[in-house]
């Protein structure tokens, strides 16, 4: 698993959370303020949200991945020079199912995601079988794996 978070962090990274939240008592508010805190650029993802910890906030992980992969910038985000995309995901297993699927379905998807963490309770065995249908479970973090914990660990593996 060690590698797998070494390789979930980047010198040129973009990095999204995917249930990100305004509620300061949930993880999807302290796990963005993580990436906050340690200046790494990050774009919260909450349909219902329009901004979190003062970032722009993005609907779905579709429109990162294809912004991405355009190499083009996503409003006021300089994705357009970044190598790949790292996900954390703080959502139920049934809406995390669901960004995985929508994830497979943008062209290019696979070039563009490096990582795939998956914080505790975001998943269970049908999202650790779609991320292996999908190609991607190489690139998956989980094992109840929690970014505040080994993130600092990854950081200074990754040499960041």
């Not at 962090?9 to 990436?35: H, T």
């Not at 993005?58 to 790292?86: C, F, P, R």
């Not at 109840?144 to 660990?153: S, T």
């Amino acid at each position: 698993m060690k590698s797998k978070i070494r390789a979930f962090f980047g010198a040129n990274r973009q990095y999204a959370v995917a249930g990100a939240s305004n509620n300061p008592s949930k993880f999807g508010y302290k796990i963005l303020n993580w990436y906050v805190l340690h200046a790494l650029p990050v774009i919260p993802i909450n349909p219902k949200e329009q901004e979190i910890l003062g970032q722009p906030v993005v609907s779905n992980v579709s429109k990162i991945i294809d912004a991405i992969e355009k190499h083009q910038d996503l409003d006021s985000y300089k994705t357009s020079k970044v190598d790949g995309l790292s996900i954390s995901f703080l959502t139920p297993p049934a809406i995390t199912a669901k960004t995985l699927e929508e994830i497979s379905k943008v062209d290019g998807y696979d070039k563009v995601i490096k990582g795939l963490w998956f914080q505790p309770g975001s998943y269970d065995q049908e999202v650790l079988d779609l991320a292996q249908k999908i190609g991607e479970f190489e690139k998956v973090v989980h094992e109840d794996e929690c970014i505040l914990v080994r993130g600092e660990e990854g950081l200074v593996a990754a040499n960041l």
